[in-house]
C-alpha cells in the first residue's frame, strides 16, 4: 500500500513517524505534499519519505491522509479530485469535516475516514477516534485502525460524536498540560527546579491515568484513594471545588465544541 498525505504538519510528521517505526508502511512508499518546502525537507531528512509540492502527486496514493486546516479542504479537493481513484481511502482529521461535506466537495460517493488523533502520537501513545462511512469495507476499516496502532489506540465512534471527540482528546492534550504546568509551577513556588517539577508533575500524572485505565475503578474512588480522613488532600479537593475546577474543565471542552 502507498500512502501519501496533503500538509505535512505537526500531525501528520506524528502519523508517519508512528506507521514507519512499527514497520507497517516503508518510507519509500509514502509520499507528503505540502507548500512550505523547508518543512517538506525537514520530513524528508527525519523519515526518508518522498516529498512533493505538487497535491496532486500524494492523491494519487491508496490511502490519502489529508492534513490541512478544515478551511482549505474544499480547494484541496478540487485541485486533487480527478486523481483520487474510487478506491482510494481519503482520511481526514479536520473538525466539522463531514462525510456529506467530503461527498460535497468531491461530487461522488468515496472511500472517507474521519479520525480526530492527538498529539500524543508523536511518542506513540495518541489516541484517535474514528470512523468510516458506508462506502470503507470492514477490511479497509480494519487496515486503517491498523496504521492508527502504529502511533497510538483507536476508538471506533459514530460518526455523530466525532466533533464532540475533539474536546475530549484531540485538543484536551492541551488542557492536560496546562495542568501540568500549573503543578508545576505550584512546586516552584515551594522551591523545586523546573525540571524536577516537571519530572514530578508529569509522571504523576502518567501514573494517575495508567490507574484510571488499568485498574479499571471509577476515577472518584481512585481520588478517594488518596484522601485520608481528616487528612490534607480533601482540603486540596475543596480548594480546587471552590474555585469551580470540574466547571472551568466542562466550560472550556463546551466552548471547544461550539466552536467548530
Ligand atoms: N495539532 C493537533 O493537535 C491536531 C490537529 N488536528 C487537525 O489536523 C490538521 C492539521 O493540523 P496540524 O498538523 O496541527 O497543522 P500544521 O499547521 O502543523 O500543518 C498543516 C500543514 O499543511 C500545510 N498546508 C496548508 N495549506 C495547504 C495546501 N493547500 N496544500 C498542502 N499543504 C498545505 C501548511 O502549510 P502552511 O503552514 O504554509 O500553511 C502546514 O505545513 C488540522 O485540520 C487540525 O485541525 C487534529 C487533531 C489534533
Ligand atoms: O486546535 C485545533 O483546531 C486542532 C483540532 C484538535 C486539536 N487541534
Known sequence: MKLGTIGCGNMAKAILGGI????????????AADLYVPGLEAARKSLGINVTTDNKEAAKADVVVIAI????????????????????IF????????????????????????????TPAMVGAGVTAVTPNEQVTEEEAKYICEL??????????????????????????????????AMADGAVREGFSREQAYRLCAQTVLGSARMVLETGKHPGELKDMVCTPGGITIELVKKL???????????????????I
Open 241 to 259: 471545588e471552590q474555585f469551580g475546577f470540574r466547571n472551568a474543565v466542562m466550560e472550556g471542552m463546551e466552548v471547544c465544541t461550539k466552536c
Open 69 to 88: 486546516k478544515s478551511e482549505y479542504y474544499k480547494s484541496v479537493i478540487e485541485e486533487i479530485k480527478d486523481v483520487v481513484s474510487e478506491d482510494t
Open 148 to 181: 492508527i496502532g502504529g502511533f497510538g489506540t483507536a476508538e471506533k465512534i459514530p460518526e455523530c460524536l466525532m466533533d464532540a471527540t475533539i474536546p475530549v482528546s484531540g485538543s484536551s492534550p492541551a488542557m492536560a498540560f496546562m495542568f501540568i504546568e
Open 91 to 118: 482520511w481526514t482529521m479536520a473538525p466539522g469535516i463531514t462525510f456529506a461535506d467530503i461527498e460535497n466537495f468531491f461530487g461522488r460517493k468515496i472511500k472517507a475516514v474521519r479520525t480526530m488523533p492527538n
Open 20 to 31: 514507519i517505526g512499527k514497520g507497517l508502511i516503508c518510507p519509500e512508499d509514502i509520499i
